[in-house]
């Protein structure tokens, strides 16, 4: 179930939303001491004095409402210590259905975990001033290249089904460990499952889930680029599947071995990146191709 938020977007954010569960809390007070432990009672106090916690009827609330079971409460998350990210977006495409981004590296696509402010959606929420922009697919954090969002929500669900059922072409390229013994083109077909490590992946003797076409490009010294063709989208596909081959992406944190957490290191992107998507615009029937403007360096190492 969704509600219609009572709060406006503000600085490219979007309030955030919690329902009330079932539960023995006497006040919003009570509640958002056990809901939110890192968030003190004084900083609560404070947003609320500025109207900024409303409840279901857009009624500004206070600590001491009674709690409320099935009732939910409007906010606005913040990030006081987010770090800003030093690359920016560039939009390719923008009409009345969609719009279509080149994502630079390091930029999550929406807010979630450290970053809020400084995410794909917040930021292009800001420069267009289109709150209805939602992401029609995924885009890892660390991946650049072709993006689309959806501007209008009553045809949203035309442009996520072209990506359910697979009417998209897409296109990587990616920069890897060059093999002697490794022959191309070839096809990797396996079943891709989460890691018990929440952040990763991996692979299970099953039906296959994930479909990728790999192709060698050209060699330079040790390293080599090589384009990618995905049938399927799950998460990290490109990632893990090279991985499996021996061959993992450049600079990937997370694959072979997760690499321990900390700043970014700009001068070291993922050597991954989103070249081009192509599609038959499913509200014009236009034939449409975007293509990423950045470029990935293959160096000599």
Same mark, same amino acid.
């Given at each position: 179930?969704? @509600? &219609?938020?009572?709060?406006?977007?503000? =600085?490219? /954010? #979007?309030?955030?939303?919690?329902?009330?569960?079932?539960?023995?809390?006497? &006040?919003?007070?009570?509640?958002?001491?056990?809901?939110?432990?890192? *968030?003190?009672?004084?900083?609560?106090?404070?947003?609320?004095?500025?109207?900024?916690?409303?409840?279901?009827?857009?009624?500004? /609330? #206070?600590? !001491?409402?009674?709690? @409320?079971?099935?009732?939910?409460?409007?906010?606005? @998350? $913040?990030?006081? =210590?987010?770090?800003?990210?030093?690359?920016?977006?560039?939009?390719?495409?923008? !009409?009345?259905?969609?719009?279509? *981004? =080149?994502?630079?590296?390091?930029?999550?696509?929406?807010?979630?975990?450290?970053?809020?402010?400084? &995410?794909?959606?917040?930021?292009?929420?800001?420069?267009?001033?289109?709150?209805?922009?939602?992401?029609?697919? @995924?885009?890892?954090?660390? &991946?650049?290249?072709?993006?689309?969002?959806?501007?209008?929500?009553?045809?949203?669900?035309?442009? +996520?089904?072209?990506?359910?059922?697979?009417?998209?072409?897409?296109?990587?390229?990616? *920069?890897?460990?060059?093999?002697?013994?490794?022959?191309?083109?070839?096809?990797?077909?396996?079943? /891709?499952?989460? !890691?018990? +490590?929440?952040?990763?992946m991996r692979e299970i003797e099953a039906e296959a889930n994930a479909f990728t076409s790999i192709e060698f490009v050209e060699r330079r010294g040790r390293l080599a680029l090589y384009r990618l063709y995905p049938r399927t989208g799950r998460m990290h596909q490109l990632r893990v599947h090279m991985n499996s081959l021996g061959i993992p992406i450049l600079n990937d944190r997370f694959y072979p071995v997760p690499l321990p957490a900390g700043t970014d290191d700009f001068s070291a992107p993922l050597k991954l990146l989103a070249r081009s998507l192509a599609f038959i615009d499913p509200t014009s029937g236009e034939c449409r191709r975007?293509?990423? !403007?950045?470029?990935? $360096?293959?160096?000599?190492?």
């Amino acid at each position: 179930m969704s @509600r &219609t938020p009572f709060l406006p977007t503000r =600085d490219g /954010i #979007s309030p955030s939303l919690v329902w009330l569960p079932h539960g023995h809390w006497k &006040t919003l007070g009570d509640f958002f001491a056990f809901r939110f432990p890192t *968030v003190s009672a004084e900083s609560w106090a404070d947003r609320m004095s500025r109207g900024e916690v409303v409840d279901d009827l857009g009624v500004a /609330i #206070s600590l !001491n409402n009674p709690f @409320r079971t099935g009732a939910c409460v409007f906010y606005y @998350r $913040q990030r006081r =210590d987010e770090s800003v990210i030093p690359f920016d977006e560039k939009i390719l495409f923008l !009409n009345d259905q969609l719009l279509v *981004v =080149d994502k630079p590296h390091f930029v999550p696509v929406t807010p979630g975990g450290r970053f809020l402010r400084e &995410t794909l959606l917040a930021r292009l929420k800001r420069s267009t001033s289109i709150d209805t922009l939602t992401p029609i697919h @995924r885009l890892d954090r660390e &991946t650049a290249g072709v993006m689309m969002f959806s501007v209008d929500p009553s045809t949203r669900s035309l442009w +996520q089904s072209l990506f359910r059922h697979q009417k998209v072409t897409k296109i990587y390229e990616a *920069v890897a460990p060059f093999s002697e013994s490794m022959s191309f083109p070839r096809e990797i077909r396996s079943c /891709i499952v989460r !890691n018990d +490590q929440f952040f990763r992946m991996r692979e299970i003797e099953a039906e296959a889930n994930a479909f990728t076409s790999i192709e060698f490009v050209e060699r330079r010294g040790r390293l080599a680029l090589y384009r990618l063709y995905p049938r399927t989208g799950r998460m990290h596909q490109l990632r893990v599947h090279m991985n499996s081959l021996g061959i993992p992406i450049l600079n990937d944190r997370f694959y072979p071995v997760p690499l321990p957490a900390g700043t970014d290191d700009f001068s070291a992107p993922l050597k991954l990146l989103a070249r081009s998507l192509a599609f038959i615009d499913p509200t014009s029937g236009e034939c449409r191709r975007f293509e990423s !403007n950045f470029r990935l $360096q293959l160096s000599s190492e």
